[in-house]
């Protein structure tokens, strides 16, 4: 059974900037596509941002060129680079296999407003 802990949410302001870390137990994430998702309160989950094994990265158009996805082999984690939040990016994230129906992870909160 695969557990993932995300990490590294916060209370923040609009513009500011935030790193997730995400890490697991029971995989190498070198040998899989991964992928940060998010869910606003009352609202669906949705796919933010993944990194294919080979380093093809893919965003959701609403984070595209603000936010970053990155693997870190030596420490098996993903991190995922939040730059000029906006308060429509509140919301908690979460860390998963793609294209695997893991379980999810309690996640991480990231709340922006001024």
């Known amino acids: 059974q695969v557990q993932f802990w995300e990490s590294g949410g916060g209370l923040m302001r609009p513009g500011e900037s935030l790193t997730l870390s995400c890490t697991a137990f029971g995989i190498t994430f070198e040998n899989y596509a991964m992928a940060w998702y998010r869910q606003p309160a009352g609202a669906q989950r949705d796919l933010v941002a993944s990194?294919?094994?080979?380093?093809?990265?893919n965003y959701a158009d609403f984070v595209k060129g603000r936010f970053t996805i990155s693997r870190d082999k030596t420490k098996n984690a993903i991190y995922l680079q939040m730059d000029s939040l906006e308060p429509e990016d509140t919301a908690v994230y979460y860390c998963r296999r793609l294209r695997w129906e893991d379980n999810w992870g309690r996640g991480t909160q990231v709340t922006v407003s001024s």
């Open positions: 990194i294919e094994i080979g380093g093809t990265r």
